[in-house]
């Protein structure tokens, strides 16, 4: 009898062990599928964080290349067909290199004004004028005065 109850101690015990082993196991992978879930959660967000990355990157980089074709196109564009100069003070000489007429607008500003004043400018071919008023504006000191005609580049001056 004796043998049977080492036999029966040790069917026992050996359930019991089994039956440990299969509770730590099941705890065991419980814990591992929740650290895979937290690991690809992590991986996850360091890869839509990537992603924003990459997209801020690209919209500047297309930004930039934006600016500098811009600028580029700019700089290929031909000066105006006007030569340019103050004499005699505020009065800004201007001549038409052009033998056809030449019409442009001309913005003009006033030192600590907040706007500008547009007006139609024109020219006849190969002519020149010493101008010290453009339509009912009396240059003064400081003033801006932009030569703007589209498909140039504007010409800017400073009363002196």
């Known amino acids: 009898m004796g043998a049977k109850i080492g036999w029966g101690l040790a069917l026992v015990f050996g359930v019991a062990a089994v039956g440990e082993y299969l509770y730590y196991s099941g705890h065991e992978a419980k814990a591992l599928a929740e650290q895979a879930a937290t690991y690809d959660a992590q991986m996850a967000q360091v ?3 990537a992603a924003a990355q990459i997209k801020q990157t690209q919209d500047t980089a297309a930004a930039e290349k934006l600016s500098l074709q811009t600028e580029l196109d700019f700089q290929k564009l031909p000066e ?3 030569k340019t ?3 005699r003070s505020q009065v800004p000489y201007i001549e ?3 033998n056809e007429p030449f019409n442009c607008k001309v913005r003009l500003q006033r030192v600590g004004a907040v706007t500008s004043t547009e007006i139609d400018f024109s020219m006849k071919g190969q002519t020149f004028q010493d101008i010290a008023a453009i339509g009912e504006w009396m240059f003064a000191k400081g003033d801006k005065i932009e030569f703007v005609k589209s498909g140039y580049k504007p010409r800017s001056l400073t009363v002196p």
Do not use: M, V, W
């Open 85 to 87: 100069q103050f004499r």
């Open 80 to 82: 105006l067909p006007i």
């Open 47 to 49: 890869k839509a964080d």
């Open 96 to 98: 038409n290199t052009l």
